[in-house]
T-cell receptor
Framework: DVKVTQSSRYLVKRTGEKVFLECVQDMDHENMFWYRQDPGLGLRLIYFSYDVKMKEKGDIPEGYSVSREKKERFSLILESASTNQTSMYLC????????????FGQGTRLTVV | LAKTTQPISMDSYEGQEVNITCSHNNIATNDYITWYQQFPSQGPRFIIQ???TKVTNEVASLFIPADRKSSTLSLPRVSLSDTAVYYC???????????FGAGTRLAVHP
């Protein structure tokens, strides 16, 4: 039973391209997150959203933007992809209730050439 | 937001008990402590969560001392399939901004 779905498992883009990574959750969660994961660095938060049209920067927002027009969908946008944005990107969602768990997508491995 | 500190890596052998400790000195009154497990090329998945004392489920136990400034994830009788990265998170109850650290890379050997 898939709960968080990322649009692509693998993606190869060229430097300078505009890239869209899509994430959809079916649990009616208020909060959604985008992370990137690089070897030895764990998960680093790029952006998160706690409601439709609301967003906040995470630890590494530079070079990224996000869009949340509907509650179930959270998009990560690379305005002009660069090679240093080659990474694994993970989407997550979590309810705002107390004592809950987060659910993650399967990840998108993006390569920028 | 509370910052967490965990060992970078640990090694164990099949059948042993593994304890991974996480420090979170600045934990707030409403924060919960949650542990996640991540296998290569997959997203993290929830293992266990607690607020104080001890919590146990079918896969792990979580020990939280009275001051809540640390927590210990205990994996009983590990197997090779427990080889993974384990993350400790501290998050506000009711508003969950999830900040992950680097995690602990556990390697289980035959």
């Amino acid at each position: 039973d898939v709960k968080v779905t990322q649009s692509s498992r693998y993606l190869v883009k060229r430097t300078g391209e505009k890239v869209f990574l899509e994430c959809v959750q079916d649990m009616d969660h208020e909060n959604m997150f985008w992370y990137r994961q690089d070897p030895g660095l764990g998960l680093r938060l790029i952006y998160f959203s706690y409601d439709v049209k609301m967003k906040e920067k995470g630890d590494i927002p530079e070079g990224y933007s996000v869009s949340r027009e509907k509650k179930e969908r959270f998009s990560l946008i690379l305005e002009s992809a660069s090679t240093n944005q080659t990474s694994m990107y993970l989407c997550a969602s979590i309810s705002s209730r107390v004592n809950t768990e987060a659910f993650f997508g399967q990840g998108t491995r993006l390569t920028v050439v | 937001l509370a910052k967490t500190t965990q060992p970078i890596s640990m090694d164990s052998y099949e059948g042993q008990e593994v304890n991974i400790t996480c420090s979170h000195n600045n934990i707030a009154t409403n924060d919960y402590i949650t542990w996640y497990q991540q296998f290569p090329s997959q997203g993290p998945r929830f293992i266990i969560q607690g607020y104080k004392t001890k919590v146990t489920n079918e896969v792990a136990s979580l020990f939280i001392p009275a001051d809540r400034k640390s927590s210990t994830l205990s994996l009983p009788r590990v197997s090779l399939s427990d080889t993974a990265v384990y993350y400790c998170l501290v998050a506000l109850g009711g508003y969950n901004k999830l900040i992950f650290g680097a995690g602990t890379r556990l390697a289980v050997h035959p």
